[in-house]
């Protein structure tokens, strides 16, 4: 029997952040291959459009380099405002209010207004789900660790720069401080979290002191990413944005029916 198999408390590695502005919480991690992954990397990326009206989905274009319905819708969108930018002689510096209470030249200009609001939002954004063990909780098996885009980077770009440092039996745990910096968002703590490899530690298996075929069974349970963050096909991503192309011409008319504020 596997004894990593079944005796996880939570599938997701949620960093705490401390109470009090200026406090920091140490973890130390340790990255784990990922068998579904191409060449079993630790780091499986899925790109997501965040703000669909209030839907999100994930981007199977910059997932998975297939069809995605709401990428093509932007890219239309995006055509369209091109060409009436070019009739109405408008020019990037124009998107841009000169003061907070004046509308800028595109916000007066409704079909061009239109067009902007249609698609800005819809953008796709980068996300990595990381493999890891949390050291001292190593019982409690993998857990995946999901990263924005910022961290995501800078995490890659050490793993990169330094040639096995995820190696399972020789490879370095990590290091990350969270710290509260008292941002918020959506409501919730945001901390800044700095993160390092332990290469002035010793080089270390996943799981130290035991045989290769324990730390073999612990990477066998590692899920593969797309058990939680499927690719949609176009179709599911061709119904959001149906759902979002009604949600935005509500939102549009009912903008339209606000009083002036005076
Ligand atoms: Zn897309």
């Given at each position: 029997m596997n004894p990593y198999q079944n005796n996880k408390k939570n599938d997701f590695f949620v960093p705490e952040v401390p109470k009090n502005k200026g406090e920091e919480k140490k973890y130390t991690l340790r990255f784990v291959p990922n068998l579904h992954n191409p060449h079993h990397v630790p780091i499986a990326e899925r790109h997501r459009h965040y703000d669909v009206g209030?839907?999100?989905i994930i981007c199977p274009k910059f997932s998975a380099n297939q069809s995605c319905a709401i990428c093509?819708?932007?890219d239309q969108q995006r055509k369209q405002l091109t060409e009436a930018c070019d009739v109405h002689k408008i020019s990037k510096g124009d998107f841009k209010r000169q003061s907070p209470d004046v509308p800028s030249k595109i916000e007066q200009i409704p079909e061009i207004?239109?067009?902007w609001l249609s698609y800005k939002d819809l953008y796709s954004k980068k996300r990595g789900y990381i493999s890891l063990i949390v050291r001292g909780e190593e019982s409690q098996g993998v857990k995946?660790?999901?990263v924005g885009a910022k961290l995501l980077e800078n995490i890659i770009d050490r793993i990169i720069a330094a040639e096995g440092m995820v190696d399972r039996y020789r490879g370095y745990d990590a290091l990350i401080k969270v710290k509260n910096i008292g941002?918020?968002?959506?409501?919730?703590p945001s901390p800044e979290i700095d993160f390092q490899f332990d290469a002035?530690?010793?080089r270390k298996a996943?799981?130290?002191?035991?045989?290769p075929e324990e730390i073999d069974a612990l990477i066998e349970t590692v899920k593969d990413v797309s058990s939680f963050a499927p690719i949609p096909t176009y179709e599911e991503t061709q119904a959001v944005l149906n759902e979002y192309l009604v949600w935005f011409e509500k939102k549009i008319n009912s903008s339209k029916r606000e009083p002036a504020v005076a």
């Amino acid at each position: 029997m596997n004894p990593y198999q079944n005796n996880k408390k939570n599938d997701f590695f949620v960093p705490e952040v401390p109470k009090n502005k200026g406090e920091e919480k140490k973890y130390t991690l340790r990255f784990v291959p990922n068998l579904h992954n191409p060449h079993h990397v630790p780091i499986a990326e899925r790109h997501r459009h965040y703000d669909v009206g209030d839907k999100s989905i994930i981007c199977p274009k910059f997932s998975a380099n297939q069809s995605c319905a709401i990428c093509e819708y932007i890219d239309q969108q995006r055509k369209q405002l091109t060409e009436a930018c070019d009739v109405h002689k408008i020019s990037k510096g124009d998107f841009k209010r000169q003061s907070p209470d004046v509308p800028s030249k595109i916000e007066q200009i409704p079909e061009i207004n239109k067009l902007w609001l249609s698609y800005k939002d819809l953008y796709s954004k980068k996300r990595g789900y990381i493999s890891l063990i949390v050291r001292g909780e190593e019982s409690q098996g993998v857990k995946f660790w999901s990263v924005g885009a910022k961290l995501l980077e800078n995490i890659i770009d050490r793993i990169i720069a330094a040639e096995g440092m995820v190696d399972r039996y020789r490879g370095y745990d990590a290091l990350i401080k969270v710290k509260n910096i008292g941002k918020f968002f959506n409501g919730r703590p945001s901390p800044e979290i700095d993160f390092q490899f332990d290469a002035f530690g010793e080089r270390k298996a996943i799981l130290p002191g035991k045989p290769p075929e324990e730390i073999d069974a612990l990477i066998e349970t590692v899920k593969d990413v797309s058990s939680f963050a499927p690719i949609p096909t176009y179709e599911e991503t061709q119904a959001v944005l149906n759902e979002y192309l009604v949600w935005f011409e509500k939102k549009i008319n009912s903008s339209k029916r606000e009083p002036a504020v005076a």
